[in-house]
C-alpha cells in the first residue's frame, strides 16, 4: 500500500486528477494511463507479488534504499521509484515518477 508520495504530480497521477498544461509537458511523452495503472499495482502490491510480475522490472537501485518499476514499459525513460515502508516488504512510501536517463 502506498502510504506517501515524494512530490504532488504522483499523487496527482495515481487519483486520476487532471494535470495542468505545465504538469503534462514536464512528463514529456509518458503514458499517463499506462503510469497510473502501474501506480494502483504498486498500491495493492507487496514484494513478492512484484517479483512475480515480469513487466514491471522490479529492481533495487544501486547505492540507495530505494527501488524501481517501469512507469511505462521497458524502453521508456520514465520509472516509479520508491522506498520499502516496513519489514514486511507490504507498505511503499516516497513513491515517485521520474526520468532515470
Same mark, same amino acid.
Request: hydrophobic share 35%.
Given at each position: 500500500m502506498i502510504k506517501s508520495f515524494a512530490d504532488s504530480l504522483t499523487?496527482? !497521477?495515481f487519483r486520476g486528477d487532471d494535470l495542468t498544461k505545465k504538469e503534462a509537458r514536464q512528463l514529456g511523452d509518458i503514458r !499517463? %494511463? #499506462? $503510469?497510473q495503472e502501474r501506480l494502483l499495482i504498486l498500491h495493492h502490491s507487496a514484494e513478492k507479488d512484484?517479483? @512475480?510480475?515480469h513487466s514491471?522490472?522490479?529492481?533495487k537501485l544501486?547505492? @540507495?534504499?530505494r527501488y524501481s518499476i517501469d512507469a511505462n514499459s521497458?524502453?521508456? #525513460?520514465w520509472r516509479i521509484t520508491f522506498a520499502w515502508a %516496513?519489514? $514486511?516488504?507490504t507498505d511503499v512510501s516516497l513513491v515517485k515518477i521520474e526520468d532515470t536517463h
Open positions: 499523487e496527482k !497521477i !499517463i %494511463d #499506462k $503510469a512484484l517479483l @512475480t510480475l514491471l522490472h522490479y529492481h544501486h547505492g @540507495t534504499g521497458r524502453n521508456s #525513460k %516496513d519489514q $514486511a516488504l
